[in-house]
């Protein structure tokens, strides 16, 4: 079975350019998150989707950041413009209705803004 | 204060020792804790998941949650050298938003 899938893998990208990250989430998952990872202070949530709707966008750091949710097989991450201090590896996760359904990782997409 | 602390370690133990990886909360309404796994370079895979109090085993894992001291544990037996990664603990409260700690690194050494 395919597992949610991020891509790229890898960006590096020059202060003041646009960083889009995507993400396919499990088929059938009806939620998906997006999260960042950063030595200092960890896994955040930055977003989260129920049913292409976004729910809590609460821990998304500034209006450079958007994202999206066309359809339930796709979702977009945006930064426009970037910035160093964003550098961080931006995972999606996608887990079925109900609280005690496990949330499943993608590998994430490992970001250097220079 | 955060509201989930971990200590970031790296923690080395030898192959077959136990392993005991622990976290601290504050918020009181949290009544869902999880442990993730994660290799380097990798995503987090859920390892186990506990809801209020109590132990929980499976297999070489234990989970164990206090609530009344906002103490959670994982136990590792027999711990082997694919054991060592990073691991997160995660609290919820009842939503889909998960608070995560830092992570450990456990390194265990053949």
């Known amino acids: 079975d395919a597992g949610v899938i991020q891509s790229p893998r890898h960006e590096v990208t020059e202060m003041g350019q646009e960083v889009t990250l995507r993400c396919k989430p499990i088929s059938g998952h009806d939620y998906l998150f997006w999260y960042r990872q950063t030595m200092m202070r960890g896994l955040e949530l930055l977003i989260y989707f129920n049913n292409n709707v976004p729910i809590d966008d609460s821990g998304m750091p500034e209006d450079r950041f958007s994202a999206k949710m066309p359809n339930a097989s796709f979702s977009t991450l945006k930064i426009q413009p970037s910035e160093p201090r964003d550098s961080a590896v931006y995972f999606c996760a996608s887990s079925e209705t109900g609280v005690t359904q496990p949330q499943h990782f993608g590998d994430g997409t490992r970001l250097s803004i220079l | 204060q955060k509201e989930v602390e971990q200590d970031p370690g790296p923690l080395s133990v030898p192959e077959g020792a136990i392993v005991s990886l622990n976290c601290t909360y504050s918020?009181?309404?949290?009544?869902?804790f999880m442990w993730y796994r994660q290799y380097s370079r990798k995503g987090p895979e859920l390892l186990m998941y506990?809801?209020?109090?109590g132990n929980k085993e499976d297999g070489r894992f234990t989970a164990q949650v206090d609530k009344s001291s906002k103490y959670i544990s994982l136990f590792i037996r027999d711990s082997q050298p694919s054991d060592s990664a990073t691991y997160l603990c995660?609290?919820?409260?009842?939503?889909?938003?998960?608070?995560f700690g830092t992570g450990t690194r456990l390194k265990v050494l053949a």
């Open positions: 995660a609290t919820a409260s009842g939503t889909y938003k998960y608070i």
């Open positions: 918020n009181s309404a949290f009544q869902y």
């Open positions: 506990t809801y209020s109090s």
